[in-house]
């Protein structure tokens, strides 16, 4: 860690915002956003930390078609990419996504299926680097599906899954994959719900984040206890489970 432009997909993203101020001593820093023109009290923050220049870049995570040459761009003008942060994603409506096929899917396409896109391009341009590293956020809600948000931890499974299976496909090649499994992150994604026991805030999300890139590690829980819950709730009966809150 510490070489190469820090590109963080999602600039207004409290964690991706944290994350990149930690990193941003003497780097680029890159932050993608739709309406990137209004990114300027982000781009402040971030060159206040040490980056050596601050870029925001136009950035629509459902715009599939235009990921390839976006990256592609961004890879041209500002060098190799050291760390890619994915940093995007809704956490959507879930009585509305029951009734409303159209908003379960575009949860599903911005959390899951945009993921995809983003990480497969990435992936192919670090290979073609020798070097990287990718950030991707899982989260506690996709470990075992719950009733109560099923349609944002279905997105969470299927990209974990993904993402776990691309950190294996990378070894070798000298890419490396985080793939951060959170608990709840109390939050502007989270304003108006009740913390869960074992909530974070995106401050102690990305120091965990950032230490565990120092020591190049594959998975980081956070906090650190959520590895045995994990583990522990795939052992309740689903008559237990499908009453457990969000």
Known sequence: MG????????????????????????????????????????????????????????????????????LEKVAAEHGAIGVAVLAFGVLGDQARAERDPAHAVAVVHTDFVAQVSVLTTLADLMRAQGAGQLVVFSSIAGARVRRANYVYGSAKAGLDGF??????????????????????????????????PFSSTPAQVAAAVVRALSKGKARVWVP?????????????PQAVWRRMPR
């Not at 650190?224 to 309740?236: A, F, K, N």
């Open 224 to 236: 650190s206890v959520l590895r045995p819950i994990i583990v522990g709730t795939r052992l309740l």
């Open 163 to 196: 993402a776990s299976g691309l950190g294996d496909a990378l070894h070798g090649s000298g890419v490396r994959l985080l793939l951060v499994r959170s608990g709840f992150v109390i939050g502007r994604m989270t304003e108006g719900m009740s913390p869960a």
């Open 3 to 70: 070489e190469g432009t820090v590109l963080v997909l999602g600039g207004r993203s409290e964690i991706g915002l944290e994350v990149a101020e930690r990193l941003a001593p003497g780097r680029t820093v890159l932050l993608a956003a739709r309406r990137s023109a209004e990114l300027s009290a982000e781009a402040a923050r971030v060159s206040a930390a040490g980056a050596a220049a601050v870029h925001a870049i136009e950035f629509d995570a459902d715009d599939i078609a235009g990921h390839q040459a976006l």
